[in-house]
Each structure stands twice: as C-alpha cells, then as structure tokens.
C-alpha cells in the first residue's frame, strides 16, 4: 500500500487518551447511513502502519457528526484513539478536500505551536477506504457551537474571555515562519487574493442554478476593489469558533485548531474575514445575523469591532480594507452551501441539514453588497 510514512510507525509515549465518561454524546455519533467506510479493510491497513495498532483490541467506529463536509471518524482501539479524515462522498470542487495537504500541514506544524494537532500517517490507495485519507491523534476538549458547555459556564464572562482567545491565537498563528516549520512552499503568496476570488468563483459556476444573479455581480465588485496585501503569513482558510477547541479550564486560551485541509500561504487578513464572517454581532439587524450556529448571539462573545481590536493590536497589522475581506468571506461562504446543497441534489450527501442549506445564499449575498458598497 501506498503511504508516505514509513512502512510502521510508533505512537509517540502518552498520545493514547481515553474517553471520558463524561463527554458531550452529541460530539461523536453512530455513522450516518450513506457515509459507512469499509472497516475491515481499513483496520488492516492501520495494523499494518502503526506498531500501536498492530496487536490492539478490535476496531471500534464513531463520526463526529457536526462538520458539514470533510468526513471525519473517531476510532478506538481499547483505550488507543485516533481519528480518520477524508473527503466527502460525490463530485467534488478541484482543489478541495485535500487531505495530502492537511496531512502534510500537521505532521509538521505540531512541532511549532499547540494549535496543531498531530498527523501520524496518510494514504492515498483507493482501494482503502475509497480516497485519500490520513490519521491523526485525538484531542479532548469542548468544540463550542450555539451554547456555553455546562463544562465551561462556571467562568466569569466566558464568552468574551473565549472571543479573546481566539483573536489571540490567530494573531499567534500568522506570526508562525512557515519556512521554519518546513513549510515554505505550501503557498504562492503573489497574487494569492486574486487566485482566491477567481477560483471561488470558478466555483461557483460549478454550482450555479441561475437563481442568484448578484453572485456575479459581487464577484466583479470584488475584483474591482481588491486591496493589496501587506503581511504574508500561513492562512488557515476556514476558522471559525466551531473549528476552535477548549481546554474547559482554560477559557483564555485555544486549544487546538481543526479542519486545516485548505491551509496555505497568503494573505493574513482572509482569516480574519472568515472569522468575522460566522461572528455575530448585537447590532446586526435580525435578517442579516451573522453566525456559524444558532445561539451564538446569546453567548456573550465580543463583539466583531472588539475582535477586530485586538487582533490588530496582537498582530500589528493594518485593518483600514477589513470591509472587502469581511465581503469577500460573506461572497465565498455563500459559495460554500450552494456547494453542499447542490452534492445534496445529486444524491451524494445525505446529511439532511444540506437540503435547505443554501437558503442562506441571498441572505450572504446581500451581506457582501452592503459591506462592498463604501468601496465602490
């Protein structure tokens, strides 16, 4: 079989982790019908990779049903966890779901900063579980969505204290050299904003059913009004709250990123405009809520000026064109569900959220053209 770590490899001491009786059940599931993976045969290919694996207890399956694309399995063996990713089942969008890349990422980043989970081994034989995949190591902690975990509502002013955090750990991340981390060439940093709003909107004519002509029209207004980038950074591509974990003791500080699969080299400022993008604010009007999960608002986070705020002032980075990178996340989340929805109308997914998904495309579009329209 094809890996690209050696034939066999050791767990590092202490990766192993035990699930707490206590977890949230709703953190991992049964697998969804439709998304079932050939377990015999990959419970052979992991004995015969990992030197943990190779005399363990047999295989157990769990997913972690709250992503909305990459598909992504808790395995146990007895105490031993990991965790499998890949991609989604049907046609997919070029360039998308790259689990050689997010392999590629975390089996390095770990070693520079604890934001990184550890990627132990990828494989790209089909034969496997039908793609590419990679294996990485668990982490505990709360994934916070819609509502405060029972775990975390004991701190004071939790929210804002998480809000922080996370602004913090961005700034972290774009100070990272990804040439120290063995990285330098993960990216192409020339004319990486531009290569972001036309391949999004390659994208989007994949997925476009003729019912949202101001797509188009946002698309052009962005290509119009591109600012120039000033700092050149990693760029994690798809952060949000719900892709940040907490230590339950520790609300000032990010545990760990996750879904790293889009993660370049480019402008620092697309981050902070996804971030802001899923962020909601007290002040948005009651049609335009931002937000990644219902219940956000009543959370108690910061709000978008005072994530903004801080992150410049950890970062130094100049905030004057943040409308555009806000507009520009508004446009390409919009892409995103049409994605989703349209792999739900083909009979490739069968998560029930993705059949009215992209109800929220005319809501992000008319967000992008208002935040767009000082810079016309």
């Not at 157990?60 to 105490?79: D, H, S």
């Not at 990285?183 to 940093?189: C, E, S």
């Not at 996340?329 to 349209?342: N, S």
Request: proline share 7%; aromatic share 8%; with cysteine.
């Amino acid at each position: 079989m094809n890996a690209l770590n050696p034939p066999t490899r050791s767990l590092p001491t202490g990766q192993a982790s035990v699930r707490p009786v206590e977890e949230a059940p709703e953190e991992f599931a049964t697998v969804r019908s439709g998304e079932q993976l050939d377990w015999a045969r990959l419970d052979a290919y992991l004995r015969a990779h990992l030197d943990d694996v190779r005399d363990a207890p047999p295989l157990e399956v769990w997913q972690f049903p709250n992503g909305a694309a990459n598909l992504t399995y808790l395995i146990g063996y007895g105490a031993l966890e990991l965790v499998v990713r890949r991609p989604p089942f049907g046609t997919l969008a070029p360039g998308a779901h790259d689990m050689r890349r997010e392999h590629r990422v975390l089996s390095r980043l770990w070693q520079h900063t604890t934001l990184a989970p550890r990627a132990y081994l990828f494989c790209d034989d089909h034969s496997v579980i039908g793609s590419d995949f990679f294996v990485m190591e668990r982490r505990h902690g709360e994934v916070v969505r819609g509502v405060i975990p029972a775990s975390m509502s004991h701190h004071d002013n939790v929210g804002h204290r998480m809000s922080m955090a996370i602004a913090d750990a961005l700034a972290e991340f774009h100070k990272l050299d990804p040439a120290a981390c063995d990285l330098g060439d993960l990216g192409k940093p020339d004319g990486f904003v531009a290569r972001q709003v036309s391949g999004w909107k390659k994208r989007w004519d994949l997925v476009d059913l003729g019912k949202q002509p101001l797509m188009d029209d946002i698309h052009a207004r962005l290509e119009r009004t591109m600012p120039a980038s000033t700092r050149v950074s990693f760029v994690h591509n798809d952060l949000k709250l719900d892709n940040c974990q907490f230590n339950p003791a520790d609300p000032d500080r990010v545990q760990s990123f996750f879904d790293w699969d889009m993660t370049t080299i480019g402008d620092p400022l697309i981050d902070l405009g996804t971030l802001l993008n899923y962020w909601p604010d007290p002040d948005d009007p009651q049609a335009v809520r931002r937000a990644s999960h219902e219940g956000m608002l009543e959370m108690g986070l910061a709000s978008r000026a005072a994530m903004a705020e801080r992150y410049a002032e950890r970062s130094g980075i100049d905030l004057a064109r943040i409308d555009w990178y806000e507009a520009f996340a508004q446009w390409k989340t919009a892409v995103v569900v049409q994605q989703l929805h349209v792999r739900w109308v083909r009979g490739e997914s069968t998560d029930p959220r993705m059949e009215t998904i992209a109800d929220s495309v005319p809501v992000l579009a008319a967000a992008a053209d208002r935040l767009l329209t000082p810079n016309l």
